[in-house]
């Protein structure tokens, strides 16, 4: 008697282009920033898409979000992938990284994290427990982080643990001084920056 596999279902090239336009106008409608973009239904009416579509591609509300979510961060990872030249000074390193995250952080991508994030539950464990895998998803990116950062410092003598230190400090940070350029600050930030640069070098240099 002959066993009966069942044949695994593969996306095909119109499914993926509806789910790939489905997560270019979620991110689209979050970047604006008005949270009542922050709604899967009124996305998926905005590409002429039925809620149904949206569950056939993601299973639901959460999975929509979590690849939204997975969308950026895919993006953001090709984007802050740093090169560790030989003759890069540790400063120049940690400067780069600033430097990036300061002018990235104003993105359309990073506006419609924020404005999703802002609409969903800020208790971790209130996120868990309605959103599972889009609060896994947002676990990830600590560990993602880390490794950027952990391979921007590949072949320079710093403390690992002072890599993790920093990679900690740096997002929040960063998002400060992104908010007090938005808000219009009498405050210099380029020195700043700079400043913000020296004292993170000084401490991985131990």
């Known amino acids: 008697m002959t066993d009966l596999v069942e044949p695994v279902r593969r996306p095909n090239r119109r499914g993926l282009a509806t789910r790939a336009a489905m997560l270019d106008a979620a991110l689209a ?6 949270p009542r973009a922050v709604s899967a239904n009124r996305i998926a009416k905005d ?12 299973g639901d509300v959460d999975g929509f979000w979590s690849a939204v979510l997975h969308r950026t961060a895919e993006r953001r ?18 400067g780069a990284i600033i430097d990036t995250l300061y002018h990235g952080l104003t993105s359309p991508d990073s506006r419609a994290i924020e404005n999703l994030r802002a ?4 208790d971790p464990r209130e996120l868990e427990r309605l959103y599972p895998r ?3 998803e947002l ?42 350029r938005q808000l219009g600050s009498y405050a210099d930030l380029d020195l700043a920056r700079d400043t913000l640069t020296k004292a993170l070098a ?5």
């Open 29 to 34: 409608a979050l970047s604006s920033g008005d």
């Open 47 to 58: 590409i002429g898409a039925t809620w149904g579509a949206v569950q056939y591609q993601f």
């Open 77 to 94: 990872a090709k984007a802050m992938t740093f090169a560790a030249e030989d003759d890069s000074t540790l400063e120049d390193r940690v």
């Open 119 to 122: 609409a969903l539950p800020q």
């Open 134 to 136: 889009t609060a896994a």
């Open 139 to 180: 676990s990830s990116w600590a560990a993602s982080w880390l490794s950027i950062c952990q391979g921007a410092f590949a072949g320079l003598d710093v403390d690992p643990e002072r890599v993790r230190h920093v990679a900690t400090l740096i997002p929040g940070a960063m998002r400060g001084l992104v908010s007090e």
């Open 202 to 206: 000084g401490y991985l240099k131990g």
